[in-house]
């Protein structure tokens, strides 16, 4: 089978350039026992990409120069020599960037694609669903009556982090770039509020202004200024979920946060949520997402791309936000 | 009785200068009903002061222009007109920097000075030495087998931290300023390592070198660069606890830790120690402290300066590193 696979060709500088990456084209091997050739269907864009175009390891090693870069994908099996899978089957796993996957199949998760669309599985009911569910209620731990500010509110993880935060009783802010973000962050995701960092000049001031008695929880997807702003108004006992810090992925040199003792002075914890450390849970995220999603407490939105030759400058458009919803390469 | 009170003149701008207090002489004033006149022997000098002349509020208010700074410290009742003290009583509490303290019993805490010298009180058994108790044991939950990181060690918070780390099984390095002070951290503190970070180039490496497997727990007295190479030290569920920032106090520009995302990659948290948290429970820190200094498990070791008169300069010390032991202003 001819498959295209998208390489690391080399390390960005900055922002992602085109020729940050390779597209050649291979031919698929022959099955060993235990391997799987799965038919890759959609494949997520996801700013933790950025991080592992970079060289070493953080909480997963770096992709190598010249090595098939790392995806999160859904697609089909075309042809199993794994006994728990067979033609046909809908599976989800990190099958990279490429047309097609040779895969081992304990490396796969099968799932039921009959009831809610596949792509489903590497946004809502995947990685990014997960990321916001646990982090929020594992990390964040909210109240009803809590105020929750979250980051990159329109994107995939801050979107669904909004809307649990909500369905939990709290009182929820949103920070997103631009009027077109900031409506949709109220009206589509429920949110109580939207800032729109795009056109206030102190943030800082903007956050007090809705938030007078102080922010209990802040989820940040974006890092930089903003999060130094929210530290300015921490409740006490805050509890500061840092999920990413897509401000700074491109920066040729990462901003400090200056005010890092506000979380001292108001009893505060700062802590992370990395999703691999609960995929074995995974069933009860996508179970509860599930029923929130078919009771319409949740909304979900798919921004899809169609075409493995636009994988460069599809990954662009998450840093410079112009995608509207999750962000999905359809193969 | 004469009384000399040392008064915030100007708001500091960087290091502490001679000229940002005023040294004056009142009269005290007649007792009122719950009032006691106490004479002060001991004023503590702690890194916290510096936070205290800033204007508005963090954990605490800000000390005002021209009024009297504020001080934790240890003395005797002269006379009382409140009926839990009576004359001769030595007592501790937030007596200001003065000769002559006319307050309300209600905030001073009797003391049994017939073991122990008084100024211990604003010391080993005082707010340090709580600050040290509450927040590694609290905060670091330390447990036998941890690799515990400590700054500012040779001072009075971080040699507690890191002797009580040791009594609980840890191993203990410690990161101080000097020659003298790092043989003092080893030799008198019994620290396993320590690292003299005036002589060290990469302070990442060398904490690497001396923690190959990271860190689990990093105790924090000095912020800014240190802060950072700790970072890039954790060992997975690190438990970063902030105490302090000396570094950065009299910085015109805070610097910001850059390397914060660590601490998600790592699975850590960071969390701080605001001590006035625990005054509910001194009774058990200042028992449990007084059975280690007994049974010579923790040394302890005070600095002190005689006459009020050199506050201004004695607090400056504290800054600059020249202490050795707890600073204490013998009035």
Request: proline share 2%.
């Amino acid at each position: 089978m001819v498959n295209k696979q998208v390489l690391l060709a080399q390390r960005p500088q900055g922002m992602i350039q085109f020729g940050d990456f390779n597209i050649i084209e291979t031919i698929t091997p022959v099955l060993a026992d235990g391997d799987m050739l799965v038919q890759v269907q959609y494949i997520s864009l996801d700013p933790a990409m950025r991080g592992w175009m970079n060289a070493g390891t953080t909480y997963i090693r770096g992709v190598e120069i010249g090595e098939l870069m790392r995806a999160f994908a859904a697609g089909m099996v075309v042809e199993s020599k794994h006994a728990d899978f067979k033609a046909g089957d809908s599976v989800v796993g990190i099958m990279g960037a490429q047309t097609y996957a040779v895969i081992q199949g304990k490396h796969l998760t099968k799932v039921d694609a009959s009831q809610v669309p596949l792509s489903w599985f590497v946004g809502i009911l995947g990685m990014p669903g997960m990321t916001a569910y646990f982090g929020l209620l594992e990390k964040g731990l909210p109240k009803a009556g809590e105020t929750v500010l979250v980051s990159g509110a329109a994107g995939m993880v801050g979107s669904v982090v909004g809307q649990i935060a909500r369905i939990k009783g709290c009182r929820v802010i949103g920070i997103a770039g631009g009027e077109a973000k900031c409506r949709s962050v109220v009206e589509d995701f429920g949110f109580h509020a939207a800032i729109d960092y795009k056109s206030v000049s102190n943030m800082g001031k903007a956050i007090k202004e809705l938030a007078p008695n102080g922010i209990d929880i802040y989820f940040d997807n974006v890092g930089g200024e903003i999060l130094d702003a929210a530290l300015l108004n921490l409740a006490n006992g805050a509890r500061i979920v840092v999920c990413g810090a897509i401000s700074q992925y491109n920066a040729s040199e990462v901003q400090g946060i200056k005010n890092y003792m506000k979380i001292i002075s108001a009893r505060g914890t700062l802590s992370g949520i990395i999703v691999l450390d609960y995929f074995a849970r995974a069933a009860e995220a996508i179970n509860q997402l599930g029923i929130w999603l078919q009771e319409g407490k949740i909304i979900y939105k798919e921004h899809t791309v169609e075409g493995i030759d636009h994988f460069a400058s599809t990954l662009q458009m998450l840093f410079t936000g112009e995608n509207h919803g999750k962000l999905i390469l359809k193969v």
